[in-house]
């Protein structure tokens, strides 16, 4: 059998034997993994200018895109019911250098209006609020959801009128929102994720490498969740990753009442559907707010290799809020330094783990929370003596790279992160040598980013191997509804996951190292979804398929395997089980 020529990565095939495979869990790029683009190119493209592109949204469809001339837009975007499809995303964008497509503010209503749209990736555009009390981003509150939303490379200024305009704001139950490459300067509050309530839940997003800065209130904020919309196709487990942001108060903030955090991650439901969801907030720098801690947290949070610098007061504060206890908290491999508290846990909820482990921390009071082992704790005026220059300006010299021989020691236990993603990563993006302390893996010169208040560069990407493609006759591997055996039954059961050896049923050699694969779920008692990952591996934040209670579904994927050719396949439901069915079409080696 002929062998097709391919790359594992990002360059992955997206159309093998005349079928069009999904890329998730296969791509290196999370991003398109949650928007469920998954990186396919237009299937048509539409010109327009500011002359004729409110008549040609209407009538965009899946695999769709919008390409908008530079230019002044004077009467904003409306996505109104515009739904592409996993794969087939609608895309709005402008160019992506040189003189932008700019929309300015107009007094009767948001710039840009989502209202019950879904798959639709708007990008490179400048959104100027002109000072006017609109906000530049909103999902509306009359919609019944936004899902599967990207918003990147928008430049978004002119919305600081109030405390209260917002930068990107939902309203509405929104999930599988990607949000990166943004720079929000000034606004009233940078990005607004949920209601006040506690309804309009935002759940599954992924924030990085955005830029937030000088706003009045929050850079960002998710609000605490009620219940979880699981109706709406909204999943029932799932992680928000948080990552490579710079986050900074330096300017402009708010005092007294209106004091807000750089950040805040509400809680998650307190029991049901999304009780054990988590944040994964990491690689980012926390810079400045003389009114209020830099980070504050309730709920599920690992908070890791992260900067944070504050000269007037408080950095990491986890808290009750908004009826929320402080549940499973991991806090490792940060690096602070804070004229007030350092790193405080308080408002812990019985029965659950707060664990502060590896961090380097200069203030007043380093750590005062339970669970400490393996840090570095000095004065905030001992900085300078641990780290390379924590006084200088940002982009002008501030570093936190440690001095050599400061912040080592014995390896550090950081049992139970595993499944973080990332976890072994430092603020670089390297791979960590356990002795460090501190967000930094090594010492003396920093090899990687200057700290700076501009948008963070992405890491790089270890290359991927090349490899050959196997077709295989349409073949069933396994099947949960047969006789319990090793690729039969029991059923998938809730929040647990199961390993396969693929190497051998239908023809798959145990040296294979990715599959490409149908996967059907049947009779699921609850709604979920399906994450299928290499075996041994971090858990990912994003699913191979949703489904409702009883639902029927299938869809196609690319799948890596272990060393062992082992498949995981972990079922995100809150409660009872799904059947699960995977047929084989080839292979990888």
Not at 43 to 63: I, K, W
Not at 75 to 94: H, Y
Not at 307 to 323: I, K, R, T
Not at 342 to 347: A, D, K, L, N, S
Request: glycine share 12%; aromatic share 8%.
């Amino acid at each position: 059998m002929s062998a097709l020529r391919a790359f594992i990565g990002p360059a992955a095939l997206s159309l093998i034997a005349g079928v069009a495979l999904a890329t998730t869990a296969w791509t290196q790029t999370l991003a398109d993994q949650v928007s469920g683009c998954v990186g396919n190119p237009p299937e048509q493209t539409v010109d327009a200018d500011p002359s004729n592109y409110r008549s040609l949204l209407p009538a965009l469809g899946p695999g769709d895109r919008l390409r908008l001339a530079a230019g002044t837009y004077a009467l904003g975007l409306p996505i109104d019911a515009l739904n592409g499809q996993a794969g087939r995303c609608i895309v709005i964008e402008g160019p992506e250098t040189g003189p932008r497509a700019a929309f300015t503010g107009r007094s009767c209503c948001n710039t840009v209006s989502i209202t019950d749209s879904s798959y639709v990736a708007i990008r490179n555009l400048e959104l100027d609020g002109m000072g006017l009390a609109v906000d530049a981003v909103k999902a509306e509150s009359p919609s019944v959801s936004a899902h599967h939303i990207t918003l990147e490379n928008l430049d978004i200024h002119g919305h600081g009128a109030d405390q209260q305009i917002v930068g990107i704001n939902t309203k509405c139950p929104a999930w599988n929102w990607v949000v990166r490459r943004n720079v929000i300067t000034g606004a009233g509050t940078g990005m607004y994720f949920g209601d006040s309530d506690g309804s309009a839940e935002f759940v599954a997003g992924l924030v990085e490498h955005n830029l937030v800065r000088d706003t009045i209130g929050y850079n960002m904020q998710v609000k605490h969740q009620n219940t979880r919309s699981t109706g709406l196709g909204m999943p029932a487990t799932a992680q928000t990753v948080i990552r490579h942001n710079v986050f900074s108060k330096a300017q402009g903030y708010s005092t007294g009442a209106n004091a807000r955090p750089n950040l805040l991650v509400g809680h998650w439901p307190l029991s049901g559907a999304g009780a054990n969801d988590v944040y994964l907030i990491y690689g980012n720098f926390f810079h400045q707010n003389p009114s209020e801690a830099l980070f504050q947290g309730t709920g599920h949070v690992a908070l890791y290799a992260n900067v944070f610098l504050n000269d007037f007061g408080d950095a990491v504060s986890f808290q009750f809020h908004e009826g929320g206890s402080v549940r499973n908290a991991e806090v490792f491999h940060n690096t602070v330094v804070a004229s007030g508290d350092g790193i405080r846990v308080t408002g812990a909820e019985a029965g659950y783990t707060q664990r502060v482990r590896a961090n380097a921390a200069f203030s007043p009071q380093p750590i005062s929370a339970p669970g400490q082992s393996d840090n570095v704790a000095a004065a905030y005026a001992a900085a300078g003596s641990y780290l390379t220059n924590p006084t200088a300006p940002p982009g002008a010299g501030l570093s936190f790279f440690p001095l050599p021989g400061t912040l080592t020691g014995p390896a550090a236990d950081l049992s139970g992160v595993s499944g973080f993603l990332d976890y072994d990563r430092d603020f670089n993006g390297t791979v960590f040598d356990p002795a460090f302390r501190g967000a930094y893996s090594g010492e003396g010169a920093n090899p990687g980013w200057a700290v700076a208040l501009d948008r963070k560069p992405e890491p790089p990407s270890p290359p991927a191997p090349p490899a050959d493609f196997f077709t295989l006759p349409p073949c069933r591997v396994l099947d949960t509804r047969n006789p319990t055996g090793a690729y039969g039954g029991p059923a998938l059961a809730a929040g647990q996951s199961r390993t396969f050896a693929l190497g051998g049923p239908c023809g798959i050699p145990a040296s294979a190292r990715a599959v490409s694969v149908n996967v059907t779920v049947t009779q699921p008692t609850a709604p979920g979804n399906i994450r299928l990952y290499r075996a041994g591996t971090a858990l990912p934040p994003v699913s191979s398929l949703n489904y409702s209670a009883g639902q029927t579904r299938g869809n196609n994927a690319l799948v890596r395997l272990s060393s062992t050719a082992g498949l995981a396949i972990h079922c995100a439901q809150a409660s009872g089980s799904v059947h699960f069915i995977l047929d084989v079409n080839g292979y990888f080696e």
